[in-house]
Structure formats: C-alpha cells, structure tokens
Nanobody, 121 residues
Framework: VQLVESGGGSVQAGGSLRLSCVAS????????MGWFRQAPGKEREAVAL?????KYADSVKGRFTISKDNAKNTLYLQMNSLKPEDTAMYYC??????????????????WGQGTQVTVSS
C-alpha cells in the first residue's frame, strides 16, 4: 500500500488546514487508518484514528476531524483552531489488514512520507 499526504503548510494560530492522504488502493488493507504527528525531539503520536468509528487524542478533540472517502481512496484530516503546539510533521498510516485501529504507531505497517504543518503564534 502506498500513501501520499498533502495539504500541509504554514498558518497562524486559530487558522485551519485540511490534510489529504491518497492511498494506492481501497481494500481491507486500508480499512483501519490513522493520522500521526511527530515534532522535533518528540515521539510520534496518534492524533486521529478511523475504522468503523473515529477516535481522537485529547489534545485535538473538538478541533480535528478525521474522515475517509473510499470512492477516492482518500483519508482526510480537517484541522481547525490550530495552535502552535500542533506544529509537527503529519503522517497518515494504515495497519494493512486489521479491522481495528490502534493508538500505537508500531502497529501500523504502511506510512506516507509526511506533510509539514507549522502554526505560528
């Protein structure tokens, strides 16, 4: 499975961005997916996950929305009310065959190359 992210950029605090992740297929291998982020010097963390449900990290709940368009093989992350602490490289990932998403990055087998999000105060 190949994943390609886009949509990152630089915005001021309070602004919005929508990230997209196009997958090379829309099959059982792209059923459980997630958005992760990694800031310099920090571990990669899950921010939003999707299988039959959606799940969000507390830090983004109410501000970020994950969605998927299977007809377009595309995963989205709508990010509103952005804060400087949201600055990071954002990655999409898929577990590659599991029916359930997971919070641990180590359980995801396929990753995109990442897209940078920078939020200035």
């Amino acid at each position: 499975v190949q994943l390609v992210e886009s949509g990152g950029g630089s915005v001021q605090a309070g602004g919005s961005l929508r990230l997209s992740c196009v997958a090379s297929e829309s099959t059982y291998r792209t059923y459980s997916m997630g958005w992760f982020r990694q800031a310099p010097g920090k571990e990669r963390e899950a921010v939003a996950l999707i299988d039959s449900r959606t799940k969000y990290a507390d830090s983004v709940k109410g501000r970020f929305t994950i969605s998927k368009d299977n007809a377009k093989n595309t995963l989205y992350l709508q990010m509103n009310s952005l804060k400087p602490e949201d600055t990071a490289m954002y990655y999409c990932a898929t577990r590659g065959g599991s029916a359930y998403c997971a919070w641990s990055a180590s359980l995801y087998n396929y990753w995109g190359q990442g897209t940078q999000v920078t939020v200035s105060s």
